[in-house]
């Protein structure tokens, strides 16, 4: 997240923050204290009640509705063209899924102590939750995967927004990604009767975030650990298409995050001596890229 700083989990069940640990200061106000930050000790005792959670059940609620009209929709015109219908629902249910869970992730981000500012402007993730679902009934169609990437889209492009003005981003907000990610796809091997697809999906997602771990220990933070847990979830929701695909999930994200480095050094001329940047949203945009686009296209 953060390119000139020790980026670490440093609340171990709060949030992640591009600080080092000795940056991470108490809450309590004193000398040679400032406020705002959380300790690990205080964050280790804020767990959110589960009802904090319950609108993810939302989201997976109207994911699975798409995906039944997805799976209508293709049997009955036996061709993508019919599911334009329902990939414009989709869109429109995507907004709007993305603003109803505003609240909830104000309420995780409040409960780490991280800014909740960028929860209070929902039209962009609202946009790209909109964007993304849209492309997924498109690419899926009635695949049983459908409900796992559209859930995953929806609350990881809420995890992108938030790190990418905070440096930060709730990990509970991770894990649920991962647990409703992990239980949908389980559902989808289930139903599709796929376990290569679902052990393919969940070897990938643990390379991709052991190699992450590993770079992170190395270079002392880049990427930093919140970013490596997300990593998980979402290669997996590539590896469910194949390999080539994988390769394209690890070579988009640090792509497109060194292109937006150089373009913000360019821009901001002698002015900008080094670049904090939220890597999320590099990690959303380069899964959906390597989705969608032609695998081994990066071969050509």
Same mark, same amino acid.
């Given at each position: 997240?953060?390119?000139?700083?020790?980026?670490?989990?440093?609340?171990?069940?709060?949030?992640?923050?591009?600080?080092?640990?000795?940056?991470?200061? &108490?809450?309590?106000?004193?000398?040679?204290?400032? &406020?705002?930050?959380?300790?690990?000790?205080?964050?280790?005792?804020?767990?959110?009640?589960?009802?904090?959670?319950?609108?993810?059940? $939302?989201?997976?609620?109207?994911?699975?509705?798409?995906?039944?009209? +997805?799976?209508?929709?293709?049997?009955?015109?036996?061709?993508?063209?019919?599911?334009?219908?329902?990939?414009?629902?989709?869109?429109?249910?995507?907004?709007?899924?993305?603003?109803?869970?505003?609240?909830?992730?104000?309420?995780?981000?409040?409960?780490?102590?991280?800014?909740? =500012?960028?929860?209070?402007? &929902?039209?962009?993730?609202?946009?790209?939750?909109?964007?993304?679902?849209?492309?997924?009934?498109?690419?899926?169609?009635?695949?049983?995967?459908?409900?796992?990437?559209?859930?995953?889209?929806?609350?990881?492009?809420?995890?992108?927004?938030?790190?990418?003005?905070?440096?930060?981003?709730?990990?509970?907000?991770?894990? +649920?990604?991962?647990?409703?990610?992990?239980?949908?796809? +389980?559902?989808?091997?289930?139903?599709?009767?796929?376990?290569?697809?679902?052990?393919?999906?969940?070897?990938?997602?643990?390379?991709?975030?052991?190699?992450?771990?590993?770079?992170?220990?190395?270079?002392?933070?880049?990427?930093?650990?919140?970013?490596?847990?997300?990593?998980?979830?979402? =290669?997996?929701?590539?590896?469910?298409?194949?390999?080539?695909?994988?390769?394209?999930?690890?070579?988009?994200?640090? @792509?497109?995050?060194?292109?937006?480095? @150089?373009?913000? !050094?360019?821009?901001? $001329?002698? !002015?900008?001596?080094? @670049?904090?940047?939220?890597?999320?949203?590099?990690?959303?945009?380069? =899964?959906?890229?390597?989705?969608?686009?032609?695998?081994?296209?990066?071969?050509?």
């Amino acid at each position: 997240m953060a390119e000139s700083n020790v980026e670490s989990e440093n609340t171990a069940d709060g949030a992640s923050t591009s600080l080092s640990a000795e940056e991470a200061e &108490p809450t309590a106000s004193g000398p040679g204290h400032r &406020p705002g930050l959380v300790s690990a000790a205080d964050a280790g005792r804020r767990k959110p009640p589960l009802s904090t959670y319950l609108p993810i059940l $939302g989201v997976i609620a109207v994911s699975v509705a798409v995906w039944i009209a +997805a799976r209508w929709a293709f049997g009955r015109h036996e061709q993508a063209a019919g599911l334009w219908s329902v990939a414009s629902f989709a869109a429109l249910a995507g907004a709007a899924v993305s603003v109803a869970v505003r609240q909830m992730m104000a309420s995780l981000c409040a409960l780490v102590q991280i800014p909740v =500012t960028p929860t209070g402007r &929902p039209i962009v993730p609202a946009v790209a939750t909109a964007g993304l679902w849209f492309g997924a009934v498109m690419i899926a169609g009635g695949d049983a995967i459908l409900p796992a990437w559209l859930t995953v889209a929806a609350l990881s492009v809420w995890a992108a927004w938030i790190d990418h003005f905070t440096l930060r981003f709730p990990l509970p907000l991770i894990r +649920a990604v991962t647990a409703a990610g992990l239980l949908l796809g +389980a559902m989808a091997v289930v139903i599709d009767q796929d376990p290569a697809a679902g052990l393919r999906a969940v070897v990938a997602g643990a390379a991709i975030f052991a190699s992450y771990l590993v770079f992170a220990i190395i270079t002392r933070g880049h990427p930093g650990l919140a970013d490596v847990r997300l990593s998980f979830i979402l =290669t997996a929701a590539v590896g469910w298409v194949g390999w080539m695909n994988v390769a394209s999930a690890v070579l988009l994200p640090n @792509v497109l995050a060194v292109i937006g480095v @150089v373009v913000t !050094k360019v821009s901001g $001329g002698r !002015k900008v001596r080094g @670049v904090e940047f939220g890597f999320a949203p590099y990690l959303v945009v380069g =899964t959906a890229l390597a989705i969608a686009l032609p695998a081994g296209w990066w071969m050509l």
